[in-house]
């Protein structure tokens, strides 16, 4: 039975075991005079039927999904007597007996590959067989099990409520171990780069040329790894696209929230934030083809010298792009705002104008902050803009005129085709996805610091 079949499957026997359980509760409740003599709704009878059915069994099916690749492959390698030494062999000979065993092969196949692939073929059969019967039994066996137990006097809302903390906590618990495996994961790999190159050099270095040769005697066999150069050209996007997103995203938000009509809103806000909704590679190629040749001509127009790729052609699409962010979000707080301080302030004689200055804008700021922050995170990370407009030239400059390149697209760089993982070249990819997860830790820190602030004044 294939995976799709038996979840459809499976979830059909949770709805059969809620539905039986809601029955039995409603007929025990008819017999008794009523709900009132239940010590659970009939819902909660129905939510414990069905938490017994389904989530041990969900539980074993995603944990089958997780090693059921692995111990095949084991046992099928382990079946091989002749098999390379190297794990890149063992990983070409298992993908040859992979395509074996579908019939994408070309060519002629050795016994030892065709019987690797009889082997596979059918050990993927048995386990998908005695997948579907564990699971199954599984299934109805704790279903029943939880049925048989039923009782009018059954306290089923405490054991649901129970298990559905549970579920709460696991996730929360998931979401925090996830950060801290990405935050261990880039360290470690950091620190084995800090080990070749020195802190000092990478934090402060203003050269940044990391191309390493295969030979001592190649040019450029040293490289180097400062990454000032990065640092100040993400600073200088971002900057640039802020300076465009905050302002119209705020002033775009506050007539909208406002001062429009409810007709003019129910058009305005759903055409910006399609904005949010375009690939950013979209973007890119208008950067590349319209904006930035269209700076290069007015720069030149004024006497200027500017790049064919400059960080002010990325940097203005990048913040057309981040000005749905900060529109929405400020829109939703400051509609957040009670009505009665308004009421309040324009009572005491205040115009509109200054209700939204001094009353409006204060209790709505910590929101507003959070936003701006989100969307200076957004334009830290984006990539694709800044490879197609601003370039991968790593010039240490104030000039938004000159091309520049910024730490995502250096990542990108440093990462992409065939790399030897243990050269200082591919480990500088996470000495700066470190300064990345650190910059975005302390903005995160000063966004709680504004709204615990603020909050405190106007709640």
């Keep these: 039975m294939q995976t799709p079949t038996l979840f459809a499957l499976l979830l059909l026997l949770i709805l059969v075991a809620y539905g039986t359980g809601f029955s039995r509760a409603l007929s025990a409740a008819r017999s008794r005079g009523g709900l009132r003599n239940l010590a659970s709704l009939p819902s909660y009878h129905g939510l414990f039927a069905a938490l017994w059915c389904g989530l041990p069994a969900l539980l074993l099916l995603g944990a089958w999904l997780i090693f059921d690749d692995a111990i095949i492959r084991f046992m099928v390698m382990h079946s091989i007597a002749d098999k390379p030494d190297t794990i890149a062999g063992q990983n070409l000979l298992y993908a040859q007996i992979q395509n074996l065993s579908a019939g994408h092969l070309i060519g002629e196949a050795s016994p030892q590959l065709q019987s690797a692939a009889e082997h596979l073929n059918q050990l993927r059969s048995n386990a998908n067989t005695l997948q579907a019967f564990l699971i199954l039994v599984l299934a109805v066996g704790l279903g029943a099990f939880a049925l048989l137990r039923f009782s009018p006097e059954l306290r089923a809302r405490e054991k649901v409520e129970k ?61 180097a790894f400062g990454a000032v150069p990065l640092f100040t050209g993400t600073l200088m996007v971002s900057a640039i696209a802020m300076l465009v997103a905050v302002p119209v995203g705020l002033m775009a938000a506050i007539y909208l929230a406002e001062y429009a009509s409810k007709r003019v809103r129910n058009v305005a806000k759903p055409i910006i934030e399609i ?28 006497g200027l010298q500017a790049s064919s790729e400059s960080a002010l052609a990325a940097g203005l699409v990048m913040g057309i792009m981040i000005i749905p962010f900060v529109s929405s979000l400020s829109d939703d707080v400051i509609n957040a705002v009670p009505q009665s301080l308004r009421d309040g302030a324009l009572g005491l004689g205040s115009t509109q104008s200054e209700t939204v200055r001094k009353v409006v804008i204060p209790a709505a700021l910590p929101g507003i902050v ?90």
């Excluded at 319209?290 to 007015?298: G, H, S």
């Excluded at 200076?376 to 990539?383: C, L, M, N, Q």
């Excluded at 470190?434 to 709680?448: C, D, G, Y």
């Design 163 to 223: 298990v559905l903390r549970v579920i709460l906590i696991t996730c929360a618990c998931a979401a925090i171990f996830t950060t801290v495996g990405i935050l261990f994961s880039v360290l470690f790999e950091s620190l084995r780069f800090f080990q070749s190159v020195p802190v000092s050099e990478f934090l402060f270095g203003l050269h940044w040329s990391p191309q390493m040769a295969l030979r001592a005697d190649q040019v450029g066999s040293s490289g």
């Design 275 to 302: 904005l949010a909704g375009v690939p950013t590679v979209v973007y890119g190629f208008f950067a590349a083809l319209t904006v930035a040749p269209f700076i290069r001509e007015l720069a030149t127009s004024v």
């Design 370 to 459: 959070g936003g701006v922050l989100l969307a200076v995170s957004r334009a830290i990370g984006e990539t694709m803009i800044v490879v197609m407009a601003a370039g991968l030239a790593a010039n240490l400059t104030a000039n938004p005129l000159e091309s520049v390149t910024t730490v995502t697209v250096q990542i990108v760089t440093l990462l992409v085709g065939d790399q030897e993982f243990d050269s200082p070249k591919t480990l500088a990819a996470f000495a700066l996805g470190l300064m990345l997860f650190i910059s975005t830790l302390v903005l995160n820190f000063i966004a709680l610091h504004v709204v615990k602030k603020y909050r405190e004044q106007y709640d």
